[in-house]
């Protein structure tokens, strides 16, 4: 989700931008829904054996829940410093050269 979303900030034109969102996962939820999500199960589980298996999955969806409450968290920080700051810290991120 990174990835894709440091690629939509960097790409303007059309057609990197329809790669990136064909390929890349951006949600408004904090759960992966790519298309590469069932991929990825059957990495995991093909990775350990039988008996690990439910603690290595407990771990990937602890870490994934967490990622997504700091990612929840770091878009907040823009009105946490415009609290602190005493003036609009949006335009601070939003345009270049302030």
């Known amino acids: 989700m990174i990835f894709t ?3 939509f900030a960097w ?11 064909f390929v890349g996962t951006l949600n408004p939820s904090s759960g992966d829904v790519s298309m590469f999500l069932p991929l990825e199960h059957a ?4 990775s ?3 008996k690990d298996r439910t ?3 407990a771990r990937y969806s ?29 335009r601070r991120f939003l345009v270049a050269g302030e």
Not at 11 to 18: E, G, M, N, R, V
Not at 43 to 46: D, Q, T, W
């Open 62 to 90: 602890l870490i994934g829940a967490l990622m997504g409450a700091l990612g929840t968290l770091c878009a907040g920080a823009p009105d946490l410093l415009e609290k602190h700051a005493g003036r609009p810290a949006r």
């Open 55 to 57: 603690s290595l999955f």
């Open 5 to 7: 979303g440091l690629g």
């Open 48 to 50: 350990v054996a039988d």
């Open 43 to 46: 990495a995991l589980a093909h």
């Open 11 to 21: 790409f303007q034109s059309f057609w990197p931008l329809l790669v990136v969102a």
